[in-house]
Nanobody, 122 residues
Framework: EVQLVESGGGLVQAGGSLRLSCTVS????????IGWFRQAPGKEREGISP????????YYADSVKGRFAISRDNGKKMVYLQMNSLKAEDTGVYYC???????????????WGQGTQVTVSS
């Protein structure tokens, strides 16, 4: 069974930082991607950043480019999202998801975590 578990969410002041983690289990193929998404109250889910576990390629949505950084630990099957210079509009539930065949820029994913809340106070 494929499982993704997010952690690291919380309450932070504007301008602060948080690091989210995503732990992957139950998926043993090589060419996959993990992506971070978020959903703010009353808004559609937004794709933020994926990373390929095959070659490490990444992509960032314009809304987070220059402030967020995604990284991976292949051995631990973990993905991190370092979020700096946080803004009130970054508030939302953050999800990690697995794309069975990594295609950067395609926001269709196969497995999802349960989400972690990030709240940025202004």
């Amino acid at each position: 069974e494929v499982q993704l578990v997010e952690s690291g969410g919380g309450l932070v002041q504007a301008g602060g930082s948080l690091r989210l983690s995503c732990t992957v289990s139950g998926f043993n193929y090589r060419d996959y991607a993990i992506g971070w998404f978020r959903q703010a109250p009353g808004k559609e889910r937004e794709g933020i950043s994926p990373i390929s576990f095959y070659d490490g390629s990444t992509y960032y949505a314009d809304s987070v480019k220059g402030r967020f950084a995604i990284s991976r630990d292949n051995g631990k099957k973990m993905v991190y999202l370092q979020m700096n210079s946080l803004k009130a509009e970054d508030t939302g539930v953050y999800y990690c998801a697995l794309q069975a065949v990594a295609i950067m820029g395609l926001w269709e994913y196969d497995y999802w975590g349960q989400g972690t809340q990030v709240t940025v106070s202004s």
